[in-house]
Structures are given as C-alpha cells and as structure tokens.
C-alpha cells in the first residue's frame, strides 16, 4: 500500500501557533524589556509579516507577573463600542488571570456593575446603561497597587482610527486617542500597558488627521523580514514531519532566490514545491522543482498585486512616475540614479524624486546594490513586475 | 441539456449533492487539495493554527464535488466528526444579503439537529445584531467542544453581497478561532487579493486548473471502468489527439468531459470537429443565458472581441465594434468587474483585453460566428488533433498532419531551426494571413522564437499555449 504523503506543516494568512511559529526571542526579549521601562508600544509592519501570531505568541507565553489579552478592534463601528470593547477586555483579561487581586477586582465588577455572567464571547450585564468611558477611567485604577502588569493587545488599531475618519467620524477618533492618550500619562494606569498594532501605519493615519502629538510617546517596534539563519530555522520546521526532503544546497538556493525572507513568501513557495513533488511522488527535491515553485507562485500573481496596490493607492498621484522606475529596474536588471533624474525630469519632480526612491528601499521594493544603483529587493519580486509589465519602451 | 442522452451515473451538475458512497467513488481527480486539507483537518487540533481556504476555478473544475467530499471525509470519520460541526448552506444562497442572514442560517441548520441555540433578542442595529449572533455561534460551539467547518460554495459571490460585513467576520475568525471557512470561487475577486480589503491573503488559495492528459485519461479510464463502459476505454487508446483536443479547447474542464463522454455513449460517431459542435450544443443553454444578461452594448463588444479571439487593444475595438473609444472604455471597466473579461496590462497605457472564459469564447465562435470564423476553429481543431495524434506516434516531425500540407514544411523547419524562413512565409502578403489563419500555433511558436515575449506574443490564446510550447519543446529537442 502506497505510503500517505504528509503536507508540510504551512500556514498562510492567519495566526501561526506552536509548530507553525518560528518564535524570534529577541522580537519577544525587546518587547517586554520595553513594557517593563512602562513603555506603550506601536507594533508596526505591513500585512503577512506576522504580527498577530507575534502578538498571540506574546499572550500565549507572558511572563509569570503579566495578565495580558488579545483582540482584533477591526469591526468596531464608533467611539462608544470602542470603549466598551475595552472595558470588556479588562473585565476578561483579569476573569481568566490567577492572581489574587484580579479575582477580588473581578468580585467586585460583578456586584457594581450587575455582571450575569464573563465568558469569552464577552460580558453579559443585568439591564443596566453603563457609560463605559467614565468607568474605564473608574476601574482602571484598581490595579494601581496590583501584584501584576496588565497588557491588553489591541489589533488593528490604526484602522479602527482610519475608518472612523473616513465615516465622518473624526470627534470619535480623537476622543478615542485624547483618551488613550491621558491613560498612559496617568500615574495610576502604571501597571497597565496598551499595545497598538496595525497593518497601516498609525503614523501616516494620525498625521491625516494632524495630531502626530498624540502618539509620538509611543514606543515602536517594527517587524522585519526573516533573517538567513531564521529562515534555516523556519524551513526546518516546517518540514519537520514532511514526506518532501530539501538537501541544505537546495534550501540555501530557496533562500536565496527569494531574497527578501517574509515568512508568508516563504511559505507559498513551500507550498508550491509540495503540490509539485505530490504530482509526481518524487519527495526529493531540486533546485529545478524550485524553480517551477516560484514560476507557478508568480503565475497565480494575485500574490504579489498588493505591491502594485499600495503604491497606487497610497501615491496615486505620482504612481506614472514610480512604476516606470520599477518597470525599468526589472526589465533592465537595476536602474541608475541618472536615469531617474531623466523620469523626473519628465514628470515634474526634480525636487522630491529621491524622497520616492527612498520610500521604495524603506517599503522594501528597491535597494542599493552599489552607489546610486538601484536593483529589486527580491529577485521574485522583479519576475513579478516582468510578468505584470511585458511590455518595455525605453 | 439538448439532444443528448445523459448516462445517469454521471450527473451533469450538483455532483456534490449524490450520496455519500457516490461521491467517494467518483472522486478521482483534485487529489492534492483534498489531501491538503483532509490531512489539515485530521493533524490540527482546534487551538493549533487555523488554515482557511479557497478553491478557484472555472465552473464545472469539480470544486463543489471536493467540498462534498470533505464533507463526506469528515461525517464519515469518528474522530473528525467528535471535533467538527459542518455546516454547508445551499450552493444557490440567494437569501444571503447581510452576513447576519448567513449566520442565521448556520444557527437554523444546527438548531435542526437538535443542538440548543441561545438565540439573541430582537436588535434593530445590523451591527449589534450581527455581533450577537456571532455570541451565539461562539457559545454553541464552546458548549459542545467544537469547531465549525463553514462548506461555502460560492464564497466569492458571498463575499461581494456581504462587503459591508466583512471585517466582523475577519474579526471574529481572528478572535475566537472556532470557525474554519472552506469556500469555493470561479475567481479570485479583490476581496482575497487587495491590500485594503479585510480578507487579504488571508485564505489558502488552491487553484483547481484545467485537468492534464494523463488526469484526463485516469478520469475517462475510471469512468469506463466503473460504468462498463468499453466505448469510453476504446476511445482513449485509439483516438488520444481527438482527446487531446477535447480537453484543449474546452479548457480540461471535467463537466464537460462527462458532457464527452455522454456523446460516446449516444453512439455519435464522428470528427473531432463534430464532437466539439455537439459538445458546444449541448452548453448553449447556460452560455445562452449568460450572453443574454449582459446589456446590449456588452453583448456587441463581448461578441466582437470573441471574434477576434487573440486579446486586443481597445482601439481596435472601438474600430471592430463601430462604436466610440470612450464607451467601449466604459463598457469594458464593467467587464472586467464582472470577470468577463480580463486585462492584460502592458507598461503603456495600451492594454491588451480577452474574455476571461476561453470555453465561452469558443462557444461564441461556434454559434454565433460567420463562416471565415468558424473555419478559423475548424482549422485549429483539425491542426491539435492530427499535431497530438503525431506525438502519441512518436512522430515529431509530424509526417501526417495533413499529409502534404504546407504545415508539415512549417515544422520541419523550425526543426531545422529556420525560423526566419517560417516567419517570411506568414508575412507573405498573398498566402500569410491565410497561413497564420490555418496554423496559428505554429504562428506562436515562431513568433516567440524568433522575438521572445513581445506584443504579439501577448495576444496569444491562452488556450493554445500549451500546443505552442508543445512544438517549441519538439523543435527544441530536435
């Protein structure tokens, strides 16, 4: 009887837990080093760089005096649900905690408030109009003399402001981070600690609104791509239990290949070489099953529209100008800082072209390969805008 | 469905919906995706990673046989059924108008097996009220220690009723990681792809592709088989370019393969060309109704671009159409919306457009094209054919493609690696275009030869590619 084929153990596109987590402690080391100094945190990075297993991981695994709490604030609709998502969130995170004083603080929630019952779906409460602004204020303080540190992780948080201001509610979105903002500076919230994440950048959203101010005692920590040696580490484990075996030379070709190591990249291709290797039953693998995984993932190129996405979206009056940079880069294999100055010549913007080429390297599209050579971060990337772009006048 | 006897084991649609021992014994193909998630379902404990998924692919690829088929899997296993709850809302969900309206659906359909519902009160609010549906969901499934599998046919056109919701449901999935959604898709719409969309890649996208020979032939084979039906086996062995062609021309799609094998069994005997008109025939009536729904000027540019059946500019289509460059611009924005019909983008502003479905362009060109048009197709069949029929001889040269034919010079010589002299020949200005008409392929493969990926190359049939690489793999090896 034929052996089962065992798939590698990937996960794409939501939480990555135990396994399927490659844990990087000194991410884990930095952050809670920083809430330890009561430092709040702003944890940035772009979609699929794995944010909310980092911040699933961090609940999951928190230190012995830390009670802490996740949640996705994506579908919250005004300033009123916002402050009563909190509110509950305090009331679950200290009903799940072991320590003494939350279980007394829980005691007397319960009586205050006529609280029937605190489940995970959330806090069922006895008929009764609870202005949750004013309480959170009220109970926040309780823990001020607690034996432990409460962290409460708030996803997606930048779109929660986002949306609020294109709804036509910016009072709410101020008043939201006016609010925070006296928490953090309170010295009775001390032993409580916000984390803001967000897939946009909560920067760039607050200084749409023109209150930069009212983050900027926010600690960032930023999430970078996978280094060599993570990536080993990932691969591994990914493959740890898999019928595919990938010989080190074959894996330092992935990489390699590949370049910019975000995980999510990594794992599609990992995929890939795994639905290859099934259709033929050969589990061994090749720098030539390699190259079909990248040609077949760059083929289903809606992977890789989201490049394309965020600069017309984001710069969609200047997207002519940079697209022919990176149209040029990749059918050219790199660009000259000349040959931009000439597009920029052409487009008007002699003044600020650099400031473009930057914002590529920092959002990892671009880097410099020597002085004022400008070639594609990934390789894959490149093929990418080649397929997107066939066609090339220069 | 037209003319045709249908054998009745081979049901034309709704496969998913025979019983339980059908479904298994008539699951061949679409093995990688259901052996993904079967072993996803049996390996992951419920408060491990969750993997949601998509299933992509043209109608009647087998996308809601392979949800049946999971669902098969997981009722028929202990183990898997003690873990997982699964619902599968009806594949026609034309109630759905809010993600409110899916939810009670789901709370109804577990109700109806006798598992208790907290039902929320009256709530004005679509937000409240969604959230407190969504409560009871959550708290059903903590009460039973379970988890649900969501079976969504059609997601994406779920996805797109439901816009407004979609971040709830995002929410929820991320916060109580008790719901596992495996949908299905004709296509990937931006709400899977676009970086301001909720749902960006966040589901496991498996692309069910057009079948390959060798599936194709296992399928066939199976059927046979399984069926008693020698004429099937018979066909295979004998006749594998007419196959080929087949499964060429009507993208390797298994419905109408099973729509093939029907004509077998009604003793039609005839061309290549005959199968594919009856083949044709007998998928009017959904083509037909599709055409239909599109407004009049869509129709017209929908046809004309069938017609000319390489991707074209939108000049030219305004030229072939009659009508004004800015309407056809608009127009075709909506086609594209609607997945009709796709862009290929170029790095000027001059793209390049073909309808999405190459099986309905065909169909288009068959019912409804004038002769010059449809000989265009007969000559492109005949050429597959007598092209695969070679190589299943072990023929490169391809002696009996047309014997004689000015086709059999043509490949020789690109064996012979004269390109530029099978170039001269389709830019004759007397016999070229008539050559180009009669052999296309080898038209492609030359043009990519001799100039790489170009313009030209761009507007080739997506449906050809495959013979194209074909005789370029051929010349190459010579």
Redesign the interface.
């Known amino acids: 009887m034929e052996k089962e ?3 590698v ?10 396994e ?2 490659l844990k990087r402690q000194h991410i884990n080391n930095e952050f809670w080093r920083e809430v330890g100094k009561g430092n709040h945190i702003l944890l940035g990075a772009p ?2 760089a794995g944010k ?1 297993s980092l911040m699933t991981d961090l609940v999951e695994n928190c230190p012995e005096d830390f009670a802490c709490i ?6 919250i ?1 005004n300033k009123e ?1 916002f402050y009563k998502q909190l509110f509950h969130l305090i009331l679950q995170c200290a009903d799940r905690s072991k320590f003494q004083d939350a279980r007394d603080f829980i005691s007397r929630c319960l009586r205050r408030y006529n609280i029937k019952e605190i ?4 806090i069922t409460i006895d008929s009764r109009e609870i202005r949750y602004e004013t309480e959170l204020l009220n109970i926040i303080p309780e823990f001020k003399d607690a034996k432990f540190h409460t962290v409460i992780f708030l ?2 948080f930048a ?1 929660v402001i986002h949306k609020l201001k294109n709804a036509g509610l910016k009072q709410d979105a101020l008043d939201i981070l006016y609010t925070l903002r006296a928490l953090r500076h309170d010295e009775n919230f001390r032993h409580f600690t916000i984390v803001y994440a967000g897939s946009i950048s909560l920067e760039t959203v607050i200084r749409q609104i023109d209150r930069t101010k009212l983050i900027n005692d926010l600690r960032p920590i930023r999430l970078k791509p996978l280094t060599d040696e993570e990536a080993t580490r990932l691969i591994a484990q990914l493959l740890k239990v898999a019928t595919i075996r990938v010989p080190d030379e074959v894996q330092h070709y992935l990489k390699e290949k590949l370049e910019y190591l975000l995980p ?1 990249y990594l794992q599609l291709i990992i ?1 890939a070489i795994d ?1 290859i290797a ?2 033929s039953r050969n589990p061994m693998i090749t720098t030539e099953i390699v190259d079909r995984a990248f040609e077949r993932v760059l083929n ?1 190129h ?2 890789f ?2 490049w394309v ?2 600069i017309s ?1 984001y710069q969609e009056d200047h997207f002519p100008f940079i ?2 940079i990176l ?1 040029q880069a990749a059918h050219e294999g790199g660009i000259t800082v000349r040959e931009i100055y000439e597009k920029a010549i052409v487009h008007g913007l002699t003044q600020s072209y650099m400031d473009f080429v930057y914002d590529l390297i920092q959002n990892g599209y671009l880097k410099e390969a020597e002085k004022h050579v400008y070639i594609f971060a990934s390789p894959l990337l490149q093929q990418f805008w080649l397929k ?6 220069v | 469905m037209s003319n045709i006897p249908l054998f009745a084991d081979l049901p034309l649609y709704q496969n998913a919906n025979a019983d339980s021992t059908g479904i298994k014994s008539t699951f061949i193909i679409r093995k990688y995706p259901y052996s993904v998630i079967s072993q996803d379902l049996s390996l992951n404990p419920k408060n491990r990673s969750i993997q949601q998924y998509l299933l992509v692919g043209p109608r009647g690829c087998g996308k809601s046989t392979l949800l049946g088929r999971i669902q098969v899997k997981i009722d028929s296993d202990e183990e898997l059924s003690r873990q997982y709850l699964v619902v599968k809302p009806a594949e026609e969900q034309a109630n759905i108008c809010r993600l409110f309206d899916l939810l009670e659906e789901i709370l109804h359909d577990l109700e109806s097996r006798g598992m208790e519902v907290k039902w929320p009160g009256e709530e004005d609010d679509p937000y409240e009220y969604t959230e407190a549906l969504f409560a009871a969901v959550h708290v059903l499934l903590e009460k039973y220690d379970k988890m649900l599998v969501l079976l969504l046919d059609n997601m994406d056109r779920v996805f797109e009723t439901v816009e407004a919701d979609l971040s709830s449901l995002r929410a929820h999935l991320l916060n109580f990681r008790d719901i596992k959604i495996i949908g299905t898709g004709t296509r990937l719409t931006k709400h899977f792809y676009s970086y301001s969309q909720p749902f960006y890649c966040f589901f496991r996208v498996m692309y069910l592709e057009a079948l390959t020979s060798a599936e194709a032939k296992e399928l066939l084979f199976h059927w046979g088989e399984q069926y008693h039906l020698p004429a099937v086996k018979e066909f295979v062995e004998k006749k594998p370019g007419q196959l080929e062609m087949i499964r060429t021309l009507t993208d390797g799609l298994p419905r109408t393969l099973q729509l093939f094998v029907n004509l077998l069994l009604a003793n039609d005997q005839g061309t290549g060309y005959d199968y594919m008109e009856r083949i044709m025939d007998a998928i009017t009536p959904l083509y037909q109704e599709r055409l239909n729904q599109l407004p009049p000027a869509q129709r017209k540019i929908v046809l004309q671009m069938a017609f000319c059946w390489e991707a074209v500019g939108a000049k030219e289509l305004a030229e072939v159409t009659r009508m004004d460059s800015r309407v056809v611009s608009a127009q075709m924005s909506q086609l594209i919306d609607k997945a009709v019909v796709e862009k290929i983008e170029t790095s000027t502003k001059n793209h390049l457009y073909r309808l999405t479905d190459r099986f309905f362009n065909l169909w288009l060109i068959f019912t409804q094209g004038s002769p010059r048009e449809k000989r265009r197709v007969k000559d492109l069949i005949v050429f597959l054919e007598n092209f695969y029929d070679a190589r299943e001889n072990n023929d490169p040269a391809c002696r009996h493609l047309n014997a004689g034919s000015e086709g059999v010079t043509l490949l020789q010589l690109l064996n012979q690696e004269q390109t530029r002299a099978v170039m001269d020949r389709f830019e004759d200005q007397e016999g070229g275009p008539k050559l180009k008409e009669e052999f296309l392929p080898i038209f492609y493969a030359t043009e990519l030869q001799l100039r790489g990926d170009t313009r030209t190359s761009a507007k080739m049939p997506p449906e050809i590619r495959q013979v194209v690489e074909d005789i370029l793999g051929a010349s190459n090896n010579k």
Do not use: C, M
């Open positions: 084929w065992v798939h153990k990937t996960v794409t596109g939501n939480v990555a837990t135990n399927q987590y979609r699929r909310t996740y949640k996705d604030l994506e579908n609709p649900a489940s995970t779906t959330g996803d997606e779109e999510y995929e639905d099934f259709d289903e809606k992977n529209e989201d996405d965020r979206v697209n022919e149209v997107k772009y066939p066609i090339y006048h």
